[in-house]
C-alpha cells in the first residue's frame, strides 16, 4: 500500500468548509462508488483501493489516505486529482 497526505490551507468558516468538503465527497462516492461517512470532522472514506479520512480543521484539510496495489501504480496521478477537487471546492464563491 502507498500512503498518501495531503494538507490544503483554507479561510472559509468551519461549517461552509465541512459542507464543502461534504459536497467533494459526494461527488467521488458517485463517480467511484466509495462509502464516505462523517465521525465528528473526520470524514472515513472506504473503497477497495483507498481508506483514508479527510479532517476539516479550522484552518486547512487534511487528507489522509492509504492506496491499494492498483491506485498506487497512479499515486502522483490521483495525489494531483485530489489536490484540483479540494483545491476548486474550497475556491467556490459561497452561495
Known amino acids: 500500500m502507498s500512503h498518501l497526505a495531503l494538507r490544503r490551507p483554507h479561510a472559509l468558516k468551519h461549517a461552509e468548509a465541512r459542507?464543502?468538503?461534504t459536497h467533494a465527497?459526494?461527488?467521488?462516492s458517485e463517480r467511484f462508488g466509495a462509502d464516505c461517512r462523517w465521525?465528528?470532522?473526520?470524514l472515513?472514506?472506504?473503497?477497495?483501493?483507498v481508506h483514508g479520512?479527510?479532517?476539516?480543521?479550522h484552518d486547512e484539510i487534511?487528507?489522509?489516505?492509504?492506496?491499494?496495489?492498483a491506485l498506487a501504480l497512479f499515486r502522483g496521478r490521483v495525489e494531483a486529482e485530489i489536490t484540483r477537487i479540494?483545491?476548486?471546492?474550497?475556491?467556490?464563491?459561497?452561495r
Not at 465527497?25 to 467521488?28: G, Q, R, S
Not at 479520512?53 to 480543521?57: A, I, M
Not at 487534511?62 to 496495489?69: K, Q, S
Not at 479540494?86 to 459561497?94: M, Q
Open 25 to 28: 465527497a459526494e461527488k467521488l
Open 19 to 21: 459542507r464543502r468538503v
Open 44 to 49: 472515513r472514506i472506504s473503497h477497495p483501493n
Open 53 to 57: 479520512t479527510v479532517h476539516v480543521l
Open 39 to 42: 465521525e465528528g470532522d473526520l
Open 62 to 69: 487534511v487528507v489522509d489516505a492509504r492506496l491499494g496495489f
Open 86 to 94: 479540494i483545491d476548486r471546492e474550497l475556491a467556490r464563491p459561497s
